[in-house]
């Protein structure tokens, strides 16, 4: 995903397409760090922490999650989609192209059956007061399934970001929303135990 600038650079690359992000708001950008790897056993779902740069891939620690094989689908009428990819699919089709259109389908077409216990949040370019995206749909996956009595007191929460970008006018306001929701538990009346729970952002 790039702009129409990044876009016109590459056509020196024949086996790259540059497909252009449709950006709302007038600062920011957005580059998603996800790749969907094809072959012809099938695909695997890629999703890592470092930027399409070489200091990133060599130099800097990254994470990186890679999914299991995920094959293609021999009898559809007996398959029953995950919710990693209808999330994932509906991720994709957010970008509203014809390339992340032909890519949704490419998913569509294979078993994702072999991913448990994973659930991926996604950010897409604008504002959202919906549960779909960011720390929202993080809450609410939370909420679902982590029960407050597997919490336990002195728990720490350690995150890393490399750019945080604007907080707005007030940024400890923001933060400590955020540190609420990193706090989510299935029962919401339960405070005690929560507010033992320690939250450590490390920014880099």
């Known amino acids: 995903m790039a702009s129409k ?8 690359y024949s086996r790259i397409a540059v497909v ?15 790749m969907v790897l094809m072959s012809e056993r099938g695909i695997r ?11 990133d891939w060599t130099v800097k620690t990254q994470g990186v999650w890679i999914s299991p094989l995920c094959k293609k689908i021999m ?6 989609d995950c919710d990693f990819k209808l999330y994932l699919i509906k991720y994709i089709k957010s970008y509203k192209s014809v390339a992340t259109e032909q890519l949704a389908k490419v998913i569509s077409d294979h078993n994702f059956s072999e991913i448990k216990n994973v659930h991926l949040i996604g950010s897409v370019p604008g504002i959202h007061d919906n549960n779909l995206y960011g720390k929202l749909r993080l809450q609410s996956l939370l909420s679902k399934y982590v029960d407050d009595d597997i919490v336990r007191p002195g728990w720490r929460i350690c995150m890393n970001c490399s750019s945080i970008g604007t907080l707005g006018q007030t940024p400890e306001d923001w933060l400590q929303k955020f540190i609420n929701v990193l706090k989510t538990t299935s029962n919401q009346a339960s405070t005690a135990r929560k507010g033992s729970i320690s939250v450590s952002i490390s920014h880099s």
């Open 5 to 12: 600038k990044t876009s016109s650079k590459s056509t020196k």
């Open 20 to 34: 252009p992000v449709s950006l709302p708001l007038s600062y920011g950008t957005h580059h998603t760090k996800l």
């Open 45 to 55: 779902i890629v999703i890592h922490t470092a930027n399409l740069v070489m200091v």
């Open 75 to 80: 009898e559809p009428k007996n398959h029953t």
